[in-house]
């Protein structure tokens, strides 16, 4: 398996929920990255016991990203 970490992300378009909780169905990571550093994590499966308490880890330090310039952007 090869590391990924630190290596630039794939750009890509999608539909995406936004931390406002509308729907933007042109989301493009670069565009909203505007050039800052970016944590793309991914989750397997909805609803589930472990991806919610992952989620809520992240969004608790959400600042603390920010703080550093950086954005997180989760998939699911």
């Not at 378009?13 to 505007?34: G, Q, W």
């Not at 809520?56 to 998939?75: M, P, T, W, Y």
Request: hydrophobic letters at 45%.
């Amino acid at each position: 398996m090869a590391v990924l970490v630190g290596k630039d992300a794939p750009d890509f378009t999608a539909t995406a929920v936004m931390p406002d909780n509308s729907f933007n169905d042109k989301f493009n990571l670069k565009s909203y990255l505007k050039g800052k550093m970016g944590i793309l994590f991914f989750w397997p499966l909805d609803f589930t016991f472990v991806c919610p308490s992952e989620i809520i880890a992240f969004h608790n330090r959400i600042d603390e990203f920010k703080d550093r310039n950086c954005e997180v952007v989760g998939v699911s």
